[in-house]
């Protein structure tokens, strides 16, 4: 019961989190402001190697342009915009690969699986992943890591098999 209420809870922040980032206003750089950023590939990897941090991403396909936002507590998200969408849409119809700084991203997964309903599952590379029924996210980490990685997609059988499928790594 408390897996479900932590799922439904996840959902809603990130529904939470998308409204506060377009609600919040502009700024010209982004970083750590919350304020949603577009770019192309090229883009998500510059910023990912001016972040300082790990940052995980599903890869540079599947998206006509991409959309950065980080949060001054380190969190960041990934979305991979199509359709036209520009940075900032409200709407939740878009992959989205978050990563958060946790300590120990396995054994935050590990103990979120304890409750009914979850069950972890490996993945490539070594990573274990939360998989919570009736979630649109799927909540992984890799040994070793102090991250948390949330594959989010409205679609719950796309985020996981984005999770299982190996795409999920840092931006290189």
């Known amino acids: 019961m408390w897996i479900r209420r932590g799922g439904a809870i996840a959902a809603a922040v990130v529904v939470v989190v998308i409204a506060y980032l377009l609600i919040s206003g502009g700024d010209d ?5 919350g304020e949603p950023e577009s770019a192309d590939a090229t883009g998500i ?11 995980y991403w599903a890869g540079p396909t599947g998206a006509e342009s991409f959309e950065w936002t980080e949060l001054a507590d380190g ?24 990563t958060y700084p ?6 935050a997964v590990k103990s979120a699986a304890k409750s009914a309903g979850n069950t972890t599952i490996q993945v490539p590379g070594g990573g274990t992943a939360l998989v ?8 992984l980490a890799y040994p ?8 989010f997609d409205p679609d719950p059988a796309r985020a996981r098999q984005v999770a299982k499928s190996g795409r999920i790594q840092p931006v290189s």
Request: glycine share 16%; no cysteine; proline share 5%.
């Open 102 to 107: 946790v300590g120990d991203g396995v054994k």
């Open 75 to 98: 969190r960041v998200y990934i979305r991979y915009l199509t359709g036209g969408a520009a940075a900032g849409d409200p709407r939740p119809l878009y992959l989205t690969v978050a």
């Open 29 to 33: 750089n982004g970083s750590g402001t």
């Open 132 to 139: 919570s029924k009736g979630s649109t996210s799927v909540y």
């Open 45 to 55: 990897q510059q910023f990912a190697a001016d972040a300082g941090h790990p940052v």
């Open 144 to 151: 070793g890591s102090e991250y948390q990685i949330e594959v």
